[in-house]
């Protein structure tokens, strides 16, 4: 059996009855010292790791204040305090060890929106792109865009001074900001606005001080700061003093000091924010390359066409974006059609033009002449997206590149620490050909992708970060690009911030370096706000963070090679933070979206397996190479009941709430798989510990249904009944069995269908080649065929009815609810014993496919994963994917005028998204009108929703995003799923219709 596994990341006492204190203080937020919590805040989306003591998640401006006032106690005045929001930043902004402030949980309101004034209040916490929902209906938007811009918050743009697309026009979020409530290190708040010198005179306390020496220093050092400050338009300070103050009109504003100070001044709690007007029209080019180099020379002739923006990708990123599962819904808007074309792409130009329709057509006819024109021969063709839709699913490759990149194949991934280098766009290919040089001369793979127009360009070198020698590289790479980017007139920090990079500033600012350092000492002098970033104060022997501060790899380094390939799906987690995406109707994460838990999302769950492996390797443990052997009985009751501290309760409590969606396995970007890795750590767990009784009764059910189907009525009258409910809820911790189904699947097919499995194959075996070549093996799986049989019937009817000889497979258990609930052994049998049969099935080259998209991906993953090679090649698809590659064989129909509204199941469209779009062709093929929805889990996923202990959070999912849509009028809903289905049964909302009863429905019309 595994060992308990201590930790042993005591807090420091200081630390421990600070936070004692502040619980008692009136604190109203969350406290939280819990080793898994503090590692979900240890990372972020840099290659750093830094464990912090402690965990605020304050609800309010007034807790913050309450934080710091105590604070400065003397027994307290060596803590420090970092503020967090969406922790995405690439360079360690948010992490340090002393108490991390988190705003995302709780501070997220829109207090105020003058859609006359073009302004906004909005708290910290608050997320970019649902603050753009909540100014959409006025017609305006918050403009600065970024990659991340559906977790990150504007807390975390304003302190980084975030920008991204369109920065040349739209300009950086500091551009936008009006002003800022900040509180101060002794808990004073200070709210910024531009100042005159009678408003500055009208100043008291810490404000006017603050003022006062802002403004001596500007004034003075007003000729150092215009000759020293590089002209870009990404120049990111930090402490803004070329914009501080204006000496023309002797304006002070201390609101772009703050702007991208990453929280070392003072604590960012809102903004009031300008806006901008959406644009009336916007139009997207796609320009193909037959190299990446001219795509970056042809850039300046497209910001000279006035584009709005123009962003370039590299082939390493396109070619990852081909293997992502969202690359369908671009490949037609971003790659050449022609073979011939395609051989030679090797980049791409995005080009947008946004604003008035005239004025932009105007400027698309220019565009395309040129392009017509044939005198670059390094074009290969372009594609126009007018359509608000197109443009989006575009942009959205373009973002989620970031994180595609680290997907890469092998232990070295590109990673982010040169990657946001700021240099003139004129010089901008030079300079990448000398970048590129130098990552070549090191023989290093590495993706590029970026804002061309502004002379941003991301580049992404990859290391394995568990090679010390590749650690040592990181720190000589950092050094070298710092130089060659100021030999260009550029910035090593051009739009991601400086964070653990802070060491260069002395270099950038030179004599104005003492300067910053003033600054910081004015707004903290015992350098207690994030240290070690942007600058020390000035008396202080306090040091910045090196860039060779400690890694994940150097934290990776401690597992086995063999465990770090072995459960690599933990370990290629990079903090990317897609999984914290704030949408109700994206499938990704539903526990996360339910809790706003960091733990409870892929990211903080992978966290704490890396951890887990770690401390098992610490105790001379190494599941890959030998996996422990099951406590005897008598020792899990014993482990049950004792109060030893392990470190795997921890564990157990963030995998229990997961659904198994596997929603994270497709749309995260490095496919971050939990589900699997849950499986894999309940196996192990309840080698040491007792199984509760639930987790027996959903692994027997696939067994026990074809005995309970013998006697349905029976079975239903036991099951069905007040009592034997109250039963199974009191002692098994389940609800809401379903009924049954009656007449049963056998009773309904018995006299058409094979019996058992060797009658099946000797009917296949007697066959002509002809009559295989029409028929179909239809794959039953133990919920719909027990539950809901008259679907199972009518699948066989319509295939019949399109001409097919349907034969259904006798049944046989898929494993899928032993896997979801650890039993891994049982699972492999189960998974051997029915990759047997199919793979017999398979010899005859007769088609096979499954009703329920869960189920039947399970044959291509779960098998894969525990049988590998002894899986066979034999293959179950969907049935919408085997109908639409036959939709030749039937004349498509007129329409009908009848509509539909498919409700996605979450693991097909995170693993297999193509699927809804199958649906669609073949409804409408044969005259129905068929609309895809988006949205989140329904809550039920399998027997998740079953079990009393998650029936709260599954009505919250459910109500979340399901409800909703179901109230809505527009067509019938309809679902693939038969968890779904019965999830929106069981709460009396309609009985939903699978897509194909309406098929069949069609056909009879």
Not at 221 to 245: S, V, W
Not at 854 to 878: H, M, N, P
Request: glycine share 8%; aromatic share 8%; proline share 6%.
């Amino acid at each position: 059996m595994i060992p308990a596994l201590d930790p042993q990341a005591v807090l420091d006492p200081q630390y421990r009855d600070y936070l004692g204190a502040l619980k008692g203080a009136g604190f109203q937020g969350e406290v939280e010292t819990r080793y898994g919590h503090r590692l979900s805040l240890a990372t972020d989306n840099s290659v750093y790791q830094m464990l912090p003591q402690g965990l605020l998640f304050p609800r309010d401006a007034d807790d913050i204040q309450l934080a710091l006032r105590l604070a400065q106690n003397p027994e307290f005045r060596e803590l420090t305090f970092s503020a967090r929001g969406g922790g995405t930043g690439t360079n360690g902004q948010s992490l340090n060890r002393g108490i991390i402030v988190d705003t995302s949980r709780h501070m997220r309101r829109v207090c105020a929106v003058d859609a006359e004034a073009r302004q906004a209040v909005v708290q910290c916490g608050v997320i970019k792109d649902a603050l753009n929902d909540e100014l959409r209906p006025h017609g305006l938007f918050f403009s600065p865009d970024l990659s991340t811009s559906n977790r990150a918050t504007l807390g975390g743009m304003i302190n980084t001074d975030a920008s991204g697309a369109g920065s040349l026009v739209y300009g950086k979020t500091s551009d936008h900001v009006l002003s800022v409530r900040a509180i101060l290190d002794d808990g004073s708040e200070l709210v910024t606005a531009p100042w005159d010198a009678e408003a500055r005179a009208a100043l008291t306390g810490r404000a006017r001080e603050l003022a006062e020496s802002v403004l001596a220093l500007c004034q003075e050092k007003q000729g150092l700061i215009e000759a020293r400050f590089p002209k870009l338009n990404r120049f990111l300070t930090g402490y803004d003093l070329k914009h501080a103050y204006n000496p023309d009109t002797d304006i002070l504003d201390l609101t772009r000091l703050l702007c991208g100070s990453e929280g070392t001044l003072a604590f960012i709690v809102e903004a009031t924010l300008d806006l901008t007007p959406i644009p009336d029209t916007r139009v997207l080019v796609n320009i193909q390359y037959d190299s990446f180099d001219s795509a970056l020379r042809h850039a300046p002739q497209l910001v000279a066409a006035e584009a709005t923006v123009v962003e370039t990708i590299d082939a390493t990123v396109l070619n990852l974006a081909r293997e992502d599962v969202s690359w369908h819904t671009v490949s037609d808007l971003v790659a050449p059609q022609d073979p011939a074309q395609a051989e030679r792409f090797d980049g791409i130009n995005m080009v947008e033009f946004a604003g008035d329709a005239d004025e932009v057509e105007g400027k698309l006819i220019a565009l395309l002449a040129h392009l017509d024109s044939g005198d670059n021969g390094a074009v290969l063709g372009y594609k126009v997206c007018r359509d608000a839709a197109s443009v989006g699913r575009v942009y959205a490759m373009r973002k989620k590149a970031v994180g595609l990149l680290a997907n890469a194949k092998g232990a070295r991934k590109p990673l982010a620490f040169v990657e946001d280098t700021a240099v003139p766009p004129e010089k901008l290919a030079d300079f990448i050909a000398e970048f590129r040089a130098l990552l070549d001369g090191e023989g290093l793979q590495y993706g590029m992708f970026g804002h061309v127009d502004a002379g941003v360009l991301h580049v992404r070198p990859a290391l394995d970060l568990c090679d010390p020698a590749d650690e040592r590289q990181l720190k000589k790479l950092s050094d070298q690009v710092a130089e060659l980017t100021r030999q260009y007139g550029g910035l090593m920090w051009g739009e991601h911030g400086r964070g653990v990079r802070s060491e260069y500033g002395p270099a950038v600012f030179g004599e104005l370096f003492d300067d910053l350092r003033r600054i910081k000492g004015w707004f903290d002098p015992d350098n207690r706000l994030n240290p070690g970033k942007i600058c020390t104060p000035l008396h202080s022997d306090d040091q910045l963070y090196p860039v060779e501060s400690p890694s994940r790899g150097a934290f990776n380094r401690r597992i086995s090679p063999q465990s770090r390939e072995e459960y690599e799906r933990a370990i290629r987690c990079n903090g990317n933070g897609l999984c914290f995406n704030y949408q109700v109707d994206s499938p990704m994460c539903p526990s996360y979206k339910a809790s706003g838990d960091r733990v409870e999302s892929p990211k903080g769950r992978a966290e704490l397996y890396r951890a887990w492996l770690r401390l098992l390797a610490r105790e001379g443990v190494d599941l890959a190479q030998y996996p422990p052997r099951p406590a005897p009985l008598w020792q899990r009751v014993r482990n049950q009941f004792s109060n030893e501290v392990d470190f795997s309760h921890e564990v157990h409590a963030g995998m229990l709430s997961c659904l198994a969606c596997k929603a994270c396995s497709g749309a995260c970007p490095v496919k971050v798989d939990i589900p699997t890795l849950r499986a894999e750590f309940l196996h192990h767990y309840y080698g040491r510990y007792l199984r509760p009784l639930k987790d027996h009764f959903v692994a027997n059910l696939e067994d026990t249904l074809p005995l309970q189907a013998r006697f349905p009525k029976l079975v239903n009258a036991l099951s069905q009944n007040r009592f034997s409910q109250w039963a199974l809820k009191s002692v098994v911790g389940y609800v809401d069995p379903p009924a049954l189904s009656v007449p049963t699947l056998t009773e309904r097919v018995a006299d058409s269908q094979p019996a058992t499995l060797a009658e099946l194959e000797r009917r296949l075996a007697r066959a002509s080649t002809e009559q295989r070549q029409q028929m179909v093996l239809l794959v039953q799986d133990p919920f719909t065929s027990h539950y809901d049989a008259a679907l199972v019937e009518a699948g066989l009817t319509l295939l019949s009815k399109l001409g097919f000889t349907p034969l259904l497979v006798p049944y046989l258990p898929n494993g899928k609810p032993q896997h979801i609930k650890g039993f891994l052994d049982r699972f492999r049998r189960t998974a051997h014993k029915t990759a047997s049969a199919l793979n017999r099935l398979a010899r005859f080259e007769v088609p096979m496919v499954g009703l329920d998209p869960a189920l039947v991906l399970t044959y291509s993953d779960e098998y894969v994963t525990v049988l590998k090679e002894e899986r066979g090649a034999f293959e179950v698809e969907v049935l919408q994917s085997f109908l639409a590659r036959h939709l030749a064989r039937w004349p498509a129909r007129a329409t009908t005028g009848r509509a539909y509204r498919l409700m996605g199941h979450c693991t097909e469209n995170s693993v297999r998204p193509t699927g809804a779009t199958e649906w669609q062709q073949v409804i409408g093929h044969f005259g129905g009108e068929l609309k895809t929805v988006n949205l989140g889990c329904c809550g039920m996923a399998g027997t998740y929703g079953h079990e009393v202990a998650n029936l709260s959070r599954s009505r919250e999912l459910f109500d979340a995003s399901w409800a909703p849509e179901l109230a809505r009028e527009g067509g019938e809903p309809l679902s693939s799923g038969y968890s779904c289905r019965s999830q929106v049964k069981r709460f009396g909302l309609k009985t939903l219709r699978h897509p194909l009863q309406v098929l069949l429905e069609l056909l009879d019309a």
